[in-house]
């Protein structure tokens, strides 16, 4: 049973709070699948650092497309 609220509603640090609203995702590997610095992208999470409007993008681009591969698995 889900027991997170699939509405996700960003704030100032919409990458953190995106990360803190799906605690399955892993940080360090979803930095290292898209090959951005892992020490990097958790200053993204903590809004220690502010990615581009370039970088949120691909953050974005790639999470929908871990999506759309999860959305395909099927279990037999």
């Given amino acids: ?3 997170h609220s699939t509405k996700w509603m ?3 640090n919409s ?3 995106l990360f803190n609203t799906f605690p399955e995702l892993n940080v360090r590997q979803v930095a290292r ?3 951005v610095n892992e020490t990097l992208m958790q200053q993204y999470v903590n ?3 502010r990615p581009s409007t370039e970088r949120r993008a691909q ?4 999470l929908h497309r871990l999506a759309e591969r999860l959305a395909a698995v099927r279990l037999m």
């Fill in 1 to 3: 049973m889900e027991k």
């Fill in 59 to 62: 953050i974005e681009s790639y």
């Fill in 33 to 35: 699948a898209m090959g």
């Fill in 15 to 17: 990458i953190g709070e």
């Fill in 47 to 49: 809004g220690a650092k």
């Fill in 10 to 12: 960003p704030d100032e």
